[in-house]
């Protein structure tokens, strides 16, 4: 039972256009969403995040915005670089305190970014 | 400040063996959680140690087991290795402060079961 689901397994874009990544979930107790950047033979690197009181969340070129009832996010990245080019990873985890460290992870998402 | 460390990178090891893994968490942070990546599965939750607590389990058999120490630091052990247990294995740290914390990951560690 897939709880989260990035049902492109890649995207292609032109350099400066707009990149968009999308993440549906199932679970409607997920309350806090991350997307992760990793690239080949290193860990995923934290990019931005969203709780679910939010519906936006902006830091620099990454947005991510939160529909709580269609259960989607996305995450926008403009203007995409070359160097955005990456796997990147939808995740989501419910509950406040110390039960909100078991994140769910999408399958993920190969975008490149072509000069 | 130094991020999360893991070792080590590569591990060939056979069927039956057992194998530890070590992680050190950015220096601060007190939550430790540990992944494993495959192709075919993709991320899943193994456990997360607070305190040097297990404060949460994912659904994985008992062969994988963990623990932390007072600095922080944690090691994961799988025993009776099997050959499905080839993955990347990921450990993220928290800073475990407020209602909602981000996950920062160490560059993994590459175990090959033969």
């Known amino acids: 039972d897939q709880q989260v689901k990035q049902n492109s397994p890649s995207l292609s874009v032109q350099e400066g256009r707009i990149s968009i990544l999308n993440c549906d979930y199932t679970n409607s107790m997920f309350d806090y969403f991350l997307w992760y950047k990793k690239y080949p033979a290193e860990g995923p690197t934290f990019l931005i995040s969203?709780?679910?009181?939010?519906d936006k969340n902006e830091d620099g070129r990454f947005t991510v915005f939160l529909n709580k009832s269609a259960k989607h996010l996305s995450l926008h990245i403009v203007p995409s670089q070359p160097g955005d080019s990456a796997v990147y990873f939808c995740a989501a985890s419910k509950g406040s305190g110390g039960s909100n460290y078991k994140l769910t992870f999408g399958k993920g998402t190969l975008l490149t970014v072509n000069p | 400040k130094a991020g999360v460390t893991q070792t080590p990178r590569y591990l060939i090891k056979t069927r039956g063996q057992q194998v530890t893994l070590s992680c050190s968490p950015i220096s601060g942070h007190r939550s430790v959680s540990w992944y494993q990546q495959t192709p075919g599965q993709g991320l899943q939750f193994l456990f997360e140690y607070f305190s040097e607590t297990q404060r949460n389990k994912g659904n994985f058999p008992g062969r994988f087991s963990g623990r932390q120490f007072s600095n922080s630091r944690s090691e994961m052990n799988v025993s009776t290795l099997e050959l499905g247990d080839s993955a990347l294995y990921l450990c993220?740290?928290?800073?475990?402060?407020?209602?909602?914390?981000?996950?920062?990951f160490g560059p993994g560690t590459r175990l090959t079961v033969l």
């Open positions: 993220a740290s928290s800073l475990n402060q407020g209602t909602y914390n981000e996950q920062f």
């Open positions: 969203i709780s679910s009181i939010k």
